[in-house]
């Protein structure tokens, strides 16, 4: 019997902005039900990858593929209906509207209002905190509570693969680690794939099964996220 196509295959994608070229073809897989870590220092390429394969970046070179699809000209939209949701970085939420809005207007891609309401429902089962602030404006919640929003809002769109970038940015240290179990209720409890970009290399290495490390716009480790201890991950830093 065939072995299944991973969920999501980047293959010797090489991207940039303008003429400046950021990624040097690079190549990951990313398996149904895995949290797969991207991890590297500033400046690597990470958030570029995301964008790429989220189809906020064109791809030059190489290719996405989707259970086995490739995607010639990865968009939003169709990604979207395919599954697929990402989480930019920095606490992405509408701080001029109210934590309901922000969930209604996530939400707006579903057929109807009545299962829109379903998946807000449902988004706010896994994040009960969010709920007593559903009419208080996003704009004046707490780092902490942003995140939930933003996740939150991800989820609206039932995804099958989640695309975080830095879910733990400009979060307290103490909140690091409950923003992370989060992520990781949401592979466990909903079964959704995810692959995470963080900067906080230890955090996230704990919550994920592989790993892959990127460094100017190459890979230069991956493997299980177990075996990067701190020797390995000096010489692959370097």
Known sequence: MPEAAPMLAVEN???GY??????????????????????????AGKSTLL???FGLLPVWQGQVSLDGRVLNSPNPRELLRAGVAYVPQGNRVFTDL??????????TTLPNRASRNERIERALGMFPALRPRLRQRA?????????????AKALVVSPRL????????????????????????????SGVTVLIVEQKVREV????????????????F??????????KLRRVYL
């Open 51 to 53: 964008k790429a394969v």
């Open 205 to 220: 290495l704990k919550i994920s099964g592989r790993v892959y490390v990127l460094r100017t716009g190459s890979i230069t």
């Open 98 to 107: 109210t934590v309901r809005e922000n969930l209604e207007v996530a939400g």
């Open 13 to 15: 994608l090489v991207t």
């Open 162 to 189: 989640l695309l975080m970038d830095e879910p733990s940015l400009g979060l307290a240290p103490q909140l690091v680690s409950e923003a992370l179990r989060h992520v990781q209720e949401i592979n466990r409890d």
């Open 18 to 43: 303008g003429k400046k070229q950021v990624l040097n073809g690079v190549s990951l897989e990313v398996s149904a039900g895995e949290i797969v870590a991207l991890v590297g220092h500033n400046g």
């Open 222 to 231: 991956s493997g299980p996220a177990g075996t990067l201890d701190d020797d």
């Open 139 to 151: 704009g004046t919640l707490s780092g902490g509570e942003k995140q939930l929003l933003a996740l």
